[in-house]
């Protein structure tokens, strides 16, 4: 006779409850075949807090899984995991962060050695740089190579529009505006960056010339 038929199924789950060792293993089965978490815990006779847990102990190292299995506690391990994923969280946002700066300070002085080497004055800087804000960031991010240092004076000649060697004011206008957006976008793909870069160029030429 079947002694599981005279008992109720909770209670014929929990006497036939398995090892954390033997559990762990058929929820990294189970995950492996493509389960979610609720078909899991029905199959193993558990809740799904339960086997959400198990998957996060799945993925500590080696020896702390095997403490585990020989009974160690396993929340000190998760509590410590959660910190060094915060941690690590933490350093790459740190380091993204950094490296836009770079790159924005690297665009601030591109665009603003480029302007240097025209004729203009402040208020036709302003001009431009005003001139190229939205279509900017209307652009948007595009994945294309990153252009080195060495590769920037080339790509900023390569998108040089056509125009007479002698142009009037409001014409360089115009001719310098097209010329800096087509490089800028160029150079620099992260329409992001490109708006703090202008945004600085922008504010500092505005502080030389207040009455703009």
């Known amino acids: 006779m079947n002694l599981n038929t005279l008992v109720p199924q909770s209670q014929a789950s929990c006497t036939n409850r398995l090892s954390r060792k033997d559990r762990l293993f058929r929820v990294q089965m189970g995950v ?10 029905k199959q193993l006779g558990v809740d799904e807090g339960t086997v959400r847990r198990d998957r996060r102990t799945l993925l ?11 009974g160690a506690a396993v929340e000190p391990l998760l509590r410590k995991q959660e910190r060094q994923k915060a941690a690590t969280a933490r350093e790459r946002h740190e ?10 300070n690297r665009m601030t002085k591109l665009i603003a050695n480029w302007l240097n080497g025209f004729s203009l004055i402040v208020p036709d800087m302003l001009h431009i740089i005003m001139g190229v804000d939205r279509p900017s960031w209307e652009y948007g991010t595009r994945r294309i190579a990153y252009v080195p240092d060495s590769k920037i004076k080339a790509a900023i000649e390569a998108t040089k529009p056509k125009a007479d060697d002698d142009l009037e004011t409001f014409a360089l206008i115009e001719f310098l505006r097209v010329w800096l957006f087509r490089w800028m976008v160029l150079v620099e793909p992260d329409r992001d960056i490109r708006d703090r870069a202008l945004t600085k160029i922008r504010l500092e030429l505005e502080r030389q010339w207040p009455a703009c």
Do not use: D
């Open 32 to 41: 492996a075949a493509g389960k979610s978490n609720r078909e899991i815990a």
């Open 60 to 70: 500590l190292s080696e020896p702390e899984i095997q403490a585990v299995e020989a």
């Open 95 to 104: 380091a993204a962060e950094r490296g836009n700066q770079f790159l924005t």
